[in-house]
């Protein structure tokens, strides 16, 4: 959703227009090419005539007017019409891989943005939590200051977390909000603030590697190929037949006032053969300049996959050693819950535990959700 509302997105239709248009530019080079044009000239006697011959009606005149028309049409281009094709056409391919490049940076945004929303939905639901348990601890002092055990001291301490607790789920509830506001803009659709995000399943951790770059890069490839291809076809003859038609003012009465020609010619420009060379060199500095560029990209995912698999393995690690951690915690908590109501604990230490309790619990939900961001980071990275 994302992709398609993104406003990068109308610049594919608008390469695929550019190729297109392009290619039927370079087809009609095969239409016979016309052209025409018109003079008028005025010069000094070419010929010194007579008197003699003026009387008998050889004249000649100082000025012409004229006009011609002019047809051509190519038999054999060498493979110049064919080659500039899948130029135009290898350039697209070179154009949309970058955008697909461009585009592909979306993923990660939107991606941040949903498991932001996933680790607030824990971290409130583990708040609720804690009000779940303040709320308990509340009803148990109120008991004991009715049996003379406790004091309103006791239950302001416990009122106290409970109004902290509250105040933290209502920055939690305000991030949210901002979160999904910014995902709306994103995929350009209302989100409302109780719509509930699905967690994604966990995956497996894949070597593949199909990221946009790499085929960019061999885009580029294969447009230098054309390009090496197109100097070859340069240095090809050309051959195309012509016709002309000419009408122009009488110079002298033997003439006709217009004539028609026509024929066959070769063309040969040799100048390529004298920037062949640097133009070749031109082409291999290029291909070592992606080929630089495809190893650095490839350095760099590298570097990214193993910090993101050391993050993967100290978080599994870290999600068995809390489920530990929360298990002591609570029994930790039960055992000061019934002091204080023995009245050998205070309700301060008591509620040091519970809240001890909640941020164990909190940070299990923590790094379950970062698991699942690392796991979708590292597809995200290789594209698999």
């Given amino acids: 959703m994302a992709h398609d509302n993104y406003p990068a997105v109308k610049q594919y239709r608008l390469i695929q227009q550019t190729r297109d248009y392009t290619l039927q530019n370079i087809v009609k080079g095969w239409l016979p090419q016309v052209s025409a044009n018109a003079g008028g000239y005025a010069f000094t006697d070419m010929f010194d005539v007579s008197n003699q011959m003026k009387a008998i009606g050889v004249d000649m005149k100082n000025y012409i007017l004229n006009g011609s028309v002019t047809i051509s049409?190519?038999?054999?281009?060498?493979?110049?019409?064919?080659?500039n094709k899948r130029v135009v056409e290898a350039q697209s391919v070179v154009q949309n891989n970058q955008l697909n490049v461009s585009m592909y940076e979306?993923?990660?945004?939107?991606?941040?943005?949903?498991?932001?929303?996933?680790?607030?939905?824990?971290?409130?639901?583990?708040?609720?939590?804690?009000?779940e348990d303040l709320s308990i601890s509340n009803n148990t002092v109120s008991s004991m200051m009715n049996g003379g055990i406790a004091n309103q001291s006791d239950l302001d301490a416990v009122r106290v977390e409970q109004v902290k607790s509250q105040q933290q789920q209502g920055s939690l509830v305000a991030s949210r909000k901002?979160?999904?506001r910014m995902l709306s803009v994103f995929i350009d659709k209302q989100l409302n603030e109780n719509i509930q995000l699905k967690k994604p399943?966990?995956?497996?951790?894949?070597e593949v590697n199909n990221r946009p770059e790499l085929n960019y890069y061999t885009a580029q490839g294969k447009l230098l190929d054309e390009q090496r291809k197109q100097l070859d076809v340069r240095l090809r003859p050309t051959l195309s037949a012509f016709g002309m038609g000419m009408y122009h003012t009488k110079v002298m009465d033997m003439?006709?006032?217009?004539?028609?020609?026509?024929?066959?010619s070769i063309s040969w420009n040799i100048g390529a053969f004298y920037t062949r060379k640097n133009d070749i060199k031109k082409l291999e500095l290029q291909q070592?300049?992606?080929?630089?560029?495809?190893?650095?990209?490839?350095?760099n995912n590298r570097l990214q996959r193993e910090t993101s698999n050391g993050q993967i393995d100290n978080l599994r690690s870290q999600?068995?050693?809390?489920?530990?951690?929360?298990?002591?915690?609570?029994?930790?908590?039960?055992?000061s819950e019934k002091k204080v109501k023995l009245g050998t604990e205070s309700v301060n230490e008591m509620l040091r535990e519970i809240n001890a309790v909640s941020q164990a619990r909190q940070q299990k939900a923590l790094h379950e959700i970062e698991l699942l961001k690392e796991l979708y980071s590292m597809k995200n990275i290789n594209n698999y």
């Avoid at 049409?73 to 080659?83: H, R, S």
């Avoid at 993923?107 to 996933?118: A, K, M, P």
């Avoid at 003439?255 to 066959?264: H, R």
Wanted: no cysteine.
């Fill in 288 to 299: 070592e300049q992606i080929e630089s560029q495809r190893e650095t990209f490839l350095f």
């Fill in 255 to 264: 003439m006709k006032n217009g004539m028609l020609l026509g024929g066959v």
């Fill in 319 to 335: 999600i068995v050693q809390d489920d530990e951690i929360v298990n002591l915690r609570q029994s930790i908590r039960s055992k």
């Fill in 201 to 206: 399943s966990m995956i497996e951790v894949s």
């Fill in 106 to 131: 979306i993923n990660e945004r939107v991606e941040q943005l949903y498991f932001g929303i996933l680790l607030l939905d824990e971290q409130i639901t583990q708040m609720k939590l804690l009000q």
């Fill in 178 to 180: 901002t979160y999904l």
């Fill in 73 to 83: 049409q190519n038999i054999y281009d060498g493979g110049q019409v064919a080659a």
